[in-house]
């Protein structure tokens, strides 16, 4: 969704973590929950999961980034916010629709965690057999 100002504000999810993206026009900056990327996700294999639909899209250094994620852990938040950037670049510029789509920025990853079942320890694992 893009409003009068030239913002665009969307949502992405995955696993229990969601993000709330706003993007506007700007000089790059990429801002999770009030601090910067790189410090909010100090391993760089996440900064690089953020930005890889910036790089897909030839865009960046154009926009600043403001994300809020809630839920989840560290890499969950970081696919969220991966999927709300693509999400909104698409709202900017539908073009970018098979270049994202390609990359596989547009889909929701829909891997979850698997319940626990009764009789079992955990969603797999039963309990240890005893013969005596």
Same mark, same amino acid.
């Given at each position: /969704?893009? &409003?009068? =100002?030239?913002?665009?504000?969307?949502?992405?999810?995955? +696993?229990?973590?969601?993000?709330?993206?706003? /993007?506007?026009?700007?000089?790059?900056?990429?801002?999770?929950?009030?601090?910067?990327?790189?410090?909010?996700? !100090? +391993? #760089?294999?996440?900064?690089?999961?953020?930005?890889? !639909?910036?790089? $897909?899209?030839?865009?960046? #250094?154009?926009? &600043?980034?403001?994300? +809020?994620?809630?839920?989840?852990? $560290?890499?969950?938040?970081?696919?969220?916010?991966? %999927?709300?950037?693509?999400?909104?670049?698409? =709202?900017?510029?539908?073009?970018?629709? =098979?270049?994202?789509?390609?990359?596989?920025?547009?889909?929701? &990853? !829909?891997?979850?965690?698997?319940?626990? +079942?009764?009789? %079992?320890?955990?969603?797999?694992?039963?309990?240890?057999? =005893?013969?005596?």
């Amino acid at each position: /969704m893009m &409003d009068a =100002s030239g913002q665009a504000i969307t949502s992405g999810g995955r +696993k229990e973590a969601i993000a709330r993206v706003r /993007m506007i026009p700007g000089g790059g900056a990429i801002v999770v929950n009030g601090r910067p990327v790189d410090q909010y996700f !100090p +391993k #760089g294999p996440l900064v690089t999961v953020v930005r890889q !639909p910036l790089v $897909v899209a030839n865009a960046e #250094g154009r926009f &600043d980034i403001f994300a +809020k994620v809630t839920g989840g852990g $560290v890499a969950g938040q970081a696919g969220a916010i991966r %999927h709300g950037i693509a999400r909104a670049l698409l =709202s900017l510029d539908a073009e970018l629709r =098979s270049p994202l789509r390609r990359a596989g920025l547009l889909t929701r &990853d !829909p891997r979850t965690k698997e319940r626990k +079942k009764y009789g %079992h320890k955990r969603a797999r694992k039963g309990f240890q057999y =005893s013969k005596r």
